[in-house]
């Protein structure tokens, strides 16, 4: 395993795994803001034209908080592969939790069904079990 990069904030920029026998190479690309936060990061599996790239970016608000997670996985570069959305961070005073999502950032959300006097009307599915919610001990001392 090789760790080079290292930018000025000390912050680690590329990883690369050798192969071994019957063990595909992997290299791994960190990507910075200006605030040193992980913008994004790309894994190569194994070498030349059998390659391939999962890419993943990180949308932050103003003080650095990740608020969603977009993937681009199995493609030659990020602009061949579909964009989807990863996950959704909740948050109230701080982190709440993560909405766990497969959807593709390119497909319609919902999809226009004709119904009778009604014009068209929208459907929506619901799916249970996406949401990971964080518990923090609450200490009240009186």
């Given at each position: 395993m090789i760790i080079s990069g290292g930018t000025c904030t000390e912050k680690i920029t590329e990883i690369e795994k050798r192969?071994?026998?019957?063990?595909?190479?992997?290299?791994?690309?960190?990507?910075?803001?200006?605030?040193?936060?992980?913008?994004g990061e790309t894994?190569?599996?194994?070498?030349?034209?059998?390659?391939?790239?999962?890419?993943?970016?990180?949308?932050?608000?103003?003080?650095?908080?990740?608020?969603?997670?977009y993937e681009v996985n199995n493609a030659a570069n990020a602009?061949?592969?579909?964009?989807k959305l990863k996950e959704h961070y909740m948050y109230g005073s701080s982190?709440?939790?993560?909405?766990s999502r497969d959807q593709d950032a390119d497909a319609n959300?919902?999809?226009?069904?004709e119904e009778t006097n009604l014009g068209?009307?929208?459907?929506?599915?619901?799916?249970?079990?996406n949401k990971f919610f964080e518990?923090?001990?609450i200490r009240h001392d009186q």
């Amino acid at each position: 395993m090789i760790i080079s990069g290292g930018t000025c904030t000390e912050k680690i920029t590329e990883i690369e795994k050798r192969s071994l026998a019957g063990v595909t190479s992997r290299f791994i690309h960190y990507y910075y803001d200006p605030g040193g936060n992980k913008a994004g990061e790309t894994v190569r599996h194994g070498t030349g034209g059998s390659a391939y790239y999962n890419h993943r970016w990180y949308v932050r608000d103003a003080q650095g908080n990740v608020l969603a997670t977009y993937e681009v996985n199995n493609a030659a570069n990020a602009s061949a592969g579909t964009l989807k959305l990863k996950e959704h961070y909740m948050y109230g005073s701080s982190r709440l939790g993560i909405i766990s999502r497969d959807q593709d950032a390119d497909a319609n959300k919902l999809t226009a069904v004709e119904e009778t006097n009604l014009g068209n009307t929208y459907l929506f599915t619901f799916t249970r079990g996406n949401k990971f919610f964080e518990m923090r001990s609450i200490r009240h001392d009186q």
